[in-house]
């Protein structure tokens, strides 16, 4: 167990809100499809706004509401899987923007899961370098990466960004690491891909074709996760030492409501407030989702000080990672 204050949490979602009915006028969809198999009702879509402004604005936010200056910042991290370029990172766009001159600053690509792998890898930079200070945002612009064309992808996706500005420093915040499970299940990385780069150099024989739009075989994505994330918090939990009975909230990556209902299911526990819920406003937002969540539950004063937070995520890779926290 060791010292990881979350001290401010933050979400921003683009302006532009497009609903079920919207989707249903440019393919061939229904609110009824869209809400009863995912329970979605509404996404988020970038117009003007951009991964890095959407991971800057929470970056703002968290600095104004904690007011830590940039300077004191030591790591900046964000999760994304569409960054408005392969380099340089959406991280390093952040600590351009905010000026945190003294930040070190990366990505971390692990899709869905990338929000619960960055508290990991957060928490064990911050291991080795004692009263230091971090922002994690998961980022992500998926509509750029959609195949608006595919009903069957097209109408899961949103886009947002959510993080937390974390640190170790003694203060009356006394928030702590208690237990992680991060695993990857590469052999089965075929079932949910997105931004094939092809070989095109003028020495090339083979035959390959860039490719950027999601794919994703949702039966194989979907049995994955309730086998999985169960099994994921249930080895973060022996690690803590801790019982499910002793989690406050289950913050799920929001990929589907019938998963969580699922995984609930399968830990043999009610599907009921300590799985809360809200893609119906958001849809998946991949790396983003958790720390939305997490950000929606703050502000509305359902999450306290002292509570036990279990944040699991699973998706492409494929990965899951689960991080058990006292917030
Ligand atoms: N609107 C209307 N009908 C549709 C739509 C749509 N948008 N999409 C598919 N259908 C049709 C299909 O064509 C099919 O029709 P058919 O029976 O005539 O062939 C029917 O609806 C049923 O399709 P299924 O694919 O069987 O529907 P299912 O209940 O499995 O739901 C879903 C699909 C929502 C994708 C589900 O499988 C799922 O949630 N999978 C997990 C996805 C996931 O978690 N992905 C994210 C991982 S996170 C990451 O890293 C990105």
Not at 5 to 11: E, G, L, Q, Y
Not at 176 to 203: C, R
Not at 250 to 277: C, E, G, T, W, Y
Request: proline share 3%.
């Amino acid at each position: 167990m060791s010292t990881f204050s979350i001290m401010a949490t933050a979400k921003a979602v683009p302006d532009k809100v497009v609903t079920n009915d919207d989707l249903a006028q440019i393919m061939d969809t229904s609110d009824e499809w869209i809400s009863r198999r995912t329970g979605i009702k509404r996404r988020h879509v970038v117009t003007d706004e951009t991964n890095t402004s959407l991971a800057t604005n929470v970056a703002k936010q968290l600095l104004a509401k904690t007011h830590v200056s940039p300077e004191e910042i030591d790591f900046i991290i964000v999760a994304t899987m569409s960054g408005d370029y392969m380099m340089p990172s959406t991280a390093a766009a952040v600590q351009g923007q905010i000026q945190a001159n003294r930040a070190m600053a990366f990505d971390i690509s692990a899709a869905c899961s990338g929000f619960s792998y960055g508290l990991d890898v957060m928490h064990s930079l911050m291991a080795t370098h004692p009263n230091s200070t971090g922002l994690l945002i998961g980022s992500e612009a998926l509509s750029k990466l959609i195949d608006w064309h595919d009903r069957t992808t097209a109408v899961l996706f949103g886009d947002g960004a959510g993080g937390v500005l974390v640190t170790n420093r003694d203060n009356d915040v006394n928030g702590q690491f208690l237990g992680s499970q991060l695993d990857a299940y590469g052999a089965d990385g075929d079932a949910l891909t997105m931004g094939h780069i092809a070989n095109q150099s003028p020495f090339v024989t083979v035959d390959d074709k860039a490719d950027l739009p999601l794919h994703m075989d949702g039966h194989r994505v979907f049995d994955f996760a309730i086998r999985k994330v169960p099994a994921s918090i249930q080895a973060a939990a022996d690690q803590a030492h801790l019982k499910l009975s002793d989690v406050d909230f289950f913050i799920l990556h929001q990929a589907n409501q019938r998963i969580v209902k699922s995984v609930a299911r399968k830990m043999k526990l009610p599907f009921d407030d300590r799985f809360p819920i809200n893609i119906d406003e958001y849809g998946n937002t991949s790396a983003a989702s958790e720390a939305i969540l997490l950000a929606e539950l703050v502000e509305d004063g359902k999450i306290k000080r002292g509570d036990i937070l279990a944040m699991s995520g699973f998706g492409g890779g494929l990965t899951t990672g689960t991080v058990l926290l006292k917030y």
